[in-house]
């Protein structure tokens, strides 16, 4: 695995003619963000159907990341901004409500970029269950409720019978 600075990245994509989907989370192997990368990972090949390159980008260490890629097998990079350089240019970065507490950190974000480097949309409330879907919704909004949709699996809630 080797490093590219963040901004080589953005100018392949742009380079190569290829959409992206960015997405901005805020630490590796949490509930949400392991939800939101699993999301996008099991969906990878419709939404590379539709065109799109992923990159997942947090303020994690390298091996932070490469630790969260392999336990959910990702098969897109994630990029390092532990310097939180291109979270802040997105506005990614600063004050944010957390379990009842404003914090600073990173806002979970999620943004469609185009060929030409243009951003076509802009995910501020991303459900991290299920991601993907919430982008296939936004590239197909006058989809029929018959077409296929990619699956979440939602892990069961375990809950204490009543004995009797």
Known sequence: MFRLDL????????????????????????????????????A????QKEGFSILGLSPDSKKAQTSFKCKYDLPYPLLCDEEKTVLKAYEAWGKKKFMGRETVGVIRTTWL???????????????????????LD?????????????????PEKKTKGKKK
């Open 138 to 154: 936004a590239l197909h909004p006058d989809a029929d409720d018959g077409e296929e949709q990619v699956q979440e699996e939602v």
């Open 113 to 135: 970029i185009d060929e030409e480097g243009t951003i076509t949309h802009v995910f501020d409330k991303v459900n991290t269950k299920a991601h993907a879907q919430q982008i």
């Open 44 to 47: 990878f090949e419709a939404l």
């Open 7 to 42: 901004l080589h990245w953005f100018i392949l994509f742009v380079d190569l003619g290829k959409k992206l989907i960015l997405f901005a989370y805020p630490k590796a192997n949490t509930p949400g963000c392991s939800a939101s990368a699993d999301s996008l990972g099991k």
